[in-house]
């Protein structure tokens, strides 16, 4: 994970996180990201690694003090009242937490994750540390830019994310399927570089949109509207919803990757309001 080169939220809690993290801690910390765009999984991390969640909250031998080990000086210039009592407490949690992500905020976390982190704490050694714990934590890093409908005017789901029963047999589903009829535009969810852009086995005729974070799927269209190689813009149409492939229907299969690795679209998507 070290050098990743756009910021990036966290999703869902992993079994370590929910047996490490203290339950009233967590929703701190995704509060923390859902506030200032910085990963709740990185902030949690953090958290571990400077006072073990407020079990060691001494001070350092270079004087940082409370529940997310912040300098005094670092405290003034970037601390916040997470908790809203009106005091500014680095041994509060909800307002040291907030302060440590307000201050990964200002040190660029949207832009180079790594980098902030090693201005927390100027070591290369921490910021690997900080990254494998996130990590475990959190399987999914959800690019904070996040991407635009796939489907315009077609916001109802045939299928949803996760392990489903197909056929009688169970499998999961790496994305989400969009029913619209053939022919529907599709448009990228993100700007990119198209690496596919022809017929893919059980995806039928497939698009993949890569960007510097993530990697975009779009399943079993009619037809393309771009070449391999192509630069495209997030909205531009890049193909037509069909029912190529392995499908029952006419609809969109859209997956995100992110690492390699699927994560929930309906996580990472500025959803449509009443999508879900």
């Not at 907030?98 to 905020?105: C, G, Q, V």
């Not at 570089?193 to 960007?211: L, P, R, T």
Request: hydrophobic residues 35%.
């Amino acid at each position: 994970m070290l050098g990743i080169s756009t910021g990036f939220n966290s999703g869902a809690a992993t079994n370590i996180a929910k047996n490490e993290i203290p339950a009233n801690l967590l929703p701190v910390f995704v509060s923390a990201q859902q506030k200032y765009g910085v990963s709740w999984a990185v902030l949690a991390a953090i958290a571990k690694v400077e006072t073990d969640f407020g079990q060691n909250m001494f001070t350092s031998s270079a004087g940082a003090v409370g529940f997310m080990q912040i300098l005094p000086s670092t405290w003034e210039s970037y601390k916040q009242d997470g908790n809203g009592d009106g005091i500014y407490d680095p041994y509060n949690p909800w307002d040291a937490i907030y302060t440590a992500a307000n201050y990964l905020k200002a040190c660029g976390f949207e832009t180079d994750p790594s980098k902030a982190i090693w201005d927390y704490n100027h070591a290369w050694w921490y910021v690997r540390e900080v990254m494998s714990i996130a990590t475990s934590y959190s399987s999914d890093m959800l690019p904070t830019g996040n991407g635009v409908w796939p489907l315009p005017g077609h916001t109802a789901l045939s299928s949803g994310y996760g392990y489903r029963y197909l056929d009688g047999k169970g499998e999961f589903h790496a994305g989400i399927d969009i029913p619209a009829p053939k022919g529907t535009p599709v448009v990228s969810a993100i700007s990119g570089k198209v690496i596919m852009a022809h017929y893919n086995d059980g995806f039928g005729i497939c698009v993949e949109v890569e960007s510097d974070s993530c990697m975009t799927l779009y399943g079993h269209l009619s037809g393309v509207a771009v070449y391999e190689g192509e630069t495209v813009s997030a909205g531009q149409t890049i193909g037509y919803v069909g029912s190529t492939g392995y499908s029952t229907g006419n609809h969109l299969h859209f997956g995100v990757y992110v690492n390699g690795q699927p994560c929930n679209p309906l996580e990472w998507l500025k959803v449509p309001s009443g999508n879900y």
